[in-house]
């Protein structure tokens, strides 16, 4: 699908798309409990959210849509708007309200995978989950205060430290 009516229909694609990744890195350190997959999915959909923000600009000149046609709607987001906002390079005050929106429906999502690292994880699991959480708040933060449309937004150097730092210095999990 290139449209989804509403946010019911994205959340469908991302169980389709995005969790069964996150099921597949669990069972492949057997840490694949039952109790576990739900944050794993949210994790999932989030960083799937997450990323349609960021590349809402691409997407638009592939005619794919990631932002639900209910929200566009009630954002006042029309097709031409969208398309004049990606011609100039920067979100109008509409689709800022929007994308701000897709990203605040990602923070909780997000913030379920701590969950994940309060469970008994084999260590190296346990410390790419810490970056990879730690990798997805990076890019919400940095997507609330960026302009997708004016520049790619994506991680660099300086933040790879900031997630080195997440993965080594978190707290201990207990069992």
């Not at 699991?125 to 730690?134: D, H, M, N, V």
Request: charged share 30%; net charge positive; with cysteine.
């Amino acid at each position: 699908g290139r449209r989804y009516p509403d946010r019911a229909a994205l959340l469908e694609y991302c169980r389709h798309s995005a969790e069964p990744v996150g099921r597949i890195v669990l069972r492949l350190f057997d840490a694949d409990r039952q109790a576990d997959l739900a944050a794993s999915d949210a994790v999932c959909t989030a960083l799937q959210l997450i990323n349609f923000v960021q590349d809402v600009g691409q997407d638009h000149c592939r005619s794919r849509c990631y932002l639900p046609d209910d929200e566009l709607a009630r954002f006042e987001v029309t097709p031409a708007l969208l398309s004049s906002d990606v011609s100039a390079g920067r979100a109008s005050e509409r689709l800022r309200a929007l994308l701000d929106h897709q990203l605040a429906m990602a923070a909780p999502l997000l913030a379920a995978g701590e969950r994940l690292m309060q469970r008994a994880l084999p260590f190296r699991l346990r410390l790419e989950l810490r970056a990879i959480i730690s990798g997805g708040q990076t890019m919400l933060e940095r997507l609330t205060r960026e302009d997708p449309l004016a520049a790619r937004i994506k991680l660099g150097r300086n933040d790879l430290w900031r997630l080195l730092r997440h993965a080594f210095l978190m707290p201990r999990t207990r069992a």
